[in-house]
């Protein structure tokens, strides 16, 4: 029973020092960092798709496009930047998806 109690402690313990952590990032951040984003994406360069650096150049942060683009992520999207399509990500809700457009075209 004690350790019980002592490795719940720590448990909690730790996972307060990591959530200290996220609560710096962005919620749009956030999000991408639990999503399988990152596989085809990174800020900086190009992966499998566009980096969110480029992504920003070319998107004006307006409430137009962070419709448009979070409509793509939830539904998928090919032709604007290659070949390669983009994954649809059918779970994900509107809401989620624009915050991560937020943060995207926020990547300088
Ligand atoms: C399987 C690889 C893959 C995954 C996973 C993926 N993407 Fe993409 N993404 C792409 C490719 C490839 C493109 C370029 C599509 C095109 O040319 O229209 C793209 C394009 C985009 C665009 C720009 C769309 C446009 O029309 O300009 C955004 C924004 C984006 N991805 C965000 C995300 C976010 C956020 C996630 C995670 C929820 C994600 N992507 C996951 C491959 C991926």
Redesign the pocket.
């Known amino acids: 029973m004690k350790h019980k109690l002592i490795a719940l402690l720590l448990c909690a313990g730790i996972s307060s020092i990591v959530n200290a952590q996220d609560k710096d990032e962005p919620a749009g951040k956030q999000l ?1 960092l639990k ?3 990152k ?3 990174t800020e900086k360069n190009k992966l ?3 980096s969110y650096k480029d ?1 920003a150049a ?2 004006p942060s307006n409430s137009k496009n962070i419709t ?2 979070a409509g ?2 939830i539904k998928g ?6 070949q ?4 649809p ?1 059918p779970q ?1 809700n509107k809401k989620e ?1 624009e915050e ?2 937020k943060y ?1 075209l926020t990547v300088k």
């Open positions: 991408i999503s399988d984003c596989a085809c994406h499998v798709g566009p992504i070319k998107y448009l683009l793509k992520i999207g090919s032709g604007v930047w290659g390669i399509p983009m994954a990500h994900m998806a991560m457009v995207i």
